[in-house]
């Protein structure tokens, strides 16, 4: 007899605090149309958050900007703050361009020294 295997569904994503979305779109006080228009979001998402659906890290990033609250307020695992803010920043880097790059250079890496570290 023959086993068939069952596929996980692969989730995308991280996954969001339902309640705290809740509780900060709802005291905005505008209709959810109005609220995604803001957010630069449609608003299928903004319900698919309400519901305790994954977002991407830049939905998230509209998010976080627009309602004024810590990007880890949003998420159920708050640890996961760090891995959102750096695919953010690696797909903003990989499309950036070369004054872009150079400023940013600049500001994270002031002196070029060597022994220069973030630990």
Sequence with gaps: MKVEKIKKAKTRGFSVNRENILKYTGQTGLPIEALANMMDVN????????????????VLKNISVFLGVPL????????????????????????????????????????????????
């Design 43 to 58: 608003r299928s998402t903004i319900y698919h958050l309400q519901n305790g659906q994954n977002a991407s890290p830049e």
């Design 72 to 119: 880890e307020e949003l998420l159920l695992d708050k640890e996961d703050g760090v891995k959102v803010k750096k695919k953010i920043m690696e797909r903003h880097i990989s499309t950036a361009k070369k004054e872009e790059v150079e400023a940013l250079w600049t500001a994270l890496f002031p002196f070029h020294k060597k022994e220069m570290s973030w630990k």
